[in-house]
């Protein structure tokens, strides 16, 4: 399986962006699905993440309350719905694939696929 991010660009501070993680090859219906990002200079960071079928999410406490992580297995895609962004967020959105299926984690250790990155930037 191949994952592709995508949705980033440049906005101001108080707006929105949805991003898009779609699957291409083998289906990730069975899997967790997780979004981290990397700030400059910074480790990448757990944001938030689902379980196979969108019942479980789990957010950092950074982004609850203003991120929403969904999923349509239909569509092989995942997606993070980030509002009210902050300058704070801006990053490298990274999404991930599960290693196991059916298993919620939302450790580092247990994403083995993962996509290319999209750039997040806020203005101030």
């Known amino acids: 399986v191949q994952l592709q991010a995508s949705g980033g660009g440049l906005v101001q501070a108080g707006d929105s962006l949805k991003l898009s993680c779609a699957a291409s090859?083998?289906?990730?219906?069975?899997?967790?699905v997780g979004w981290y990002r990397r700030l400059p200079g910074r480790e990448r960071e757990f944001v938030a993440s689902t379980n196979y079928n969108g019942g479980r999410t789990t957010y950092a406490v950074s982004v609850k309350g203003r991120f929403t992580i969904s999923r349509d297995n239909s569509k092989n895609t995942v997606y993070l719905q980030m509002n009210n962004l902050k300058p704070e967020d801006t990053a490298v959105y990274y999404c991930a694939r599960g290693r196991t299926p059916v298993i919620y984690s939302n450790d580092y250790s247990s994403y083995n696929t993962w996509g290319q990155g999209t750039l997040v930037t806020v203005s101030s």
């Open positions: 090859g083998r289906t990730f219906s069975s899997y967790t």
